[in-house]
């Protein structure tokens, strides 16, 4: 199973960025996919999950901000990000489980991350 993060970067604090998961490996519409987020010296959070059925959880710092959605067509996790601010500030990655959970050891596979810099 191979998942590819990929659409990080700069962006100023009120910009968007979209992030994107390419999955391959097995049939990703029967998996939960969640984002996850890692800033320097923080511990690894979830940021949001989405399971088989299209079902959403997201943590209360991005809750309203930022949308995940998944195209089971094209075996794609996005995450849609806007009023973006300077916390946000990760290295973001995607993640495949067997189950809709917000914990992270649930997750099975991971992709390598992106870099998301929001400057002030």
């Known amino acids: 199973v191979q998942l590819q993060a990929s659409g990080g970067g700069l962006v100023q604090a009120g910009g968007s960025l979209r992030l994107s998961c390419a999955a391959s490996?097995?049939?990703?519409?029967?998996?939960?996919m969640g984002w996850f987020r890692q800033a320097p010296g923080k511990e690894r959070e979830l940021v949001a999950t989405?399971?088989?059925?299209?079902?959403?959880y997201y943590a209360d710092s991005v809750k309203g901000r930022f949308t995940i959605s998944r195209d089971n067509n094209k075996n794609t996790l996005y995450l849609q990000m806007s009023s973006l601010r300077p916390e946000d500030t990760a290295i973001y990655y995607c993640?495949?489980?067997?189950?809709?959970?917000?914990?992270?050891?649930?997750?099975?596979?991971w992709g390598q991350g992106t870099q998301v810099t929001v400057s002030s």
């Open positions: 989405i399971s088989s059925g299209g079902s959403t």
């Open positions: 490996g097995r049939t990703f519409s029967n998996y939960a």
């Open positions: 993640a495949s489980s067997s189950k809709f959970t917000v914990n992270s050891q649930r997750y099975d596979y």
